[in-house]
T-cell receptor, first 115, second 109 residues
């Protein structure tokens, strides 16, 4: 049973639309992440957060924004979707305070298609 | 530039075979290496390795790290069709995860 939830699972949307991908976790984890994954390619970090009101950009510029107003909620917004945004988006969380990085817990992903 | 390379990129074997997946890395500040299994949905955690030569084992899966030669292997013995998945390797370097492209493993009945 998943402790980290992403909605929607699938989304097909037209170019120029604004969309928000939802991610919530019930584990009380401080750290949350958004990754983009294309078939056969590495996961690329888009944004991450180490706690409430903390957000950072990752190594992939995807013209998206995130917010972290509550510990459990980390939504990703695309202001103007483009076909190049077509991909799978994975949300993840991890515990903090470990000596080495604690494992990530992933949501089931949102598969986005922009037409 | 930090990088993680997995090989092979894909592998097809028959049920009952043993497979070895490879992950090599070049990073500036190694902290740990992690293996994940990704089926259709979310990647699920398998192992975290921080020390050389200490095998981690879970059922038919095992993994070991060589920090001198900068690689890790993931072994799966007596493979089953349920082992079909993409196996991802990631290295924590300076608190950032560097991901490999994954090995797609297909187990034929």
């Amino acid at each position: 049973e998943a402790d980290i939830y992403q909605t929607p699972r699938y989304l097909v949307i037209g170019t120029g639309k604004k969309i928000t991908l939802e991610c919530s976790q019930t584990m009380g984890h401080d750290k949350m992440y958004w990754y983009q994954q294309d078939p056969g390619m590495e996961l690329h970090l888009i944004h991450y957060s180490y706690g409430v009101n903390s957000t950072e950009k990752g190594d992939l510029s995807s013209e998206s924004t995130v917010s972290r107003i509550r510990t459990e909620h980390f939504p990703l917004t695309l202001e103007s979707a483009r076909p190049s945004h077509t991909s799978q988006y994975l949300c993840a969380s991890s515990d903090t305070g470990q000596g080495a990085r604690s494992p990530l817990h992933f949501g089931n992903g949102t598969r986005l298609t922009v037409t | 530039e930090d990088k993680v390379v997995q090989s092979p990129l894909s592998l097809v074997v028959h049920e009952g075979d043993t497979v070895t997946l490879n992950c090599s890395y070049e990073v500036t500040n190694f902290r740990s290496l992690l293996w994940y299994k990704q089926e259709k949905k979310a990647p699920t955690f398998l192992f975290m390795l921080t020390s050389s030569g200490i095998e981690k084992k879970s059922g038919r899966l095992s993994s070991i790290l060589d920090k001198k030669e900068l690689f890790s292997i993931l072994n799966i013995t007596a493979t089953q069709t349920g082992d079909s998945a993409i196996y991802l390797c990631a290295v924590d370097s300076n608190y950032q995860l560097i991901w490999g492209a994954g090995t797609k493993l297909i187990i034929k009945p």
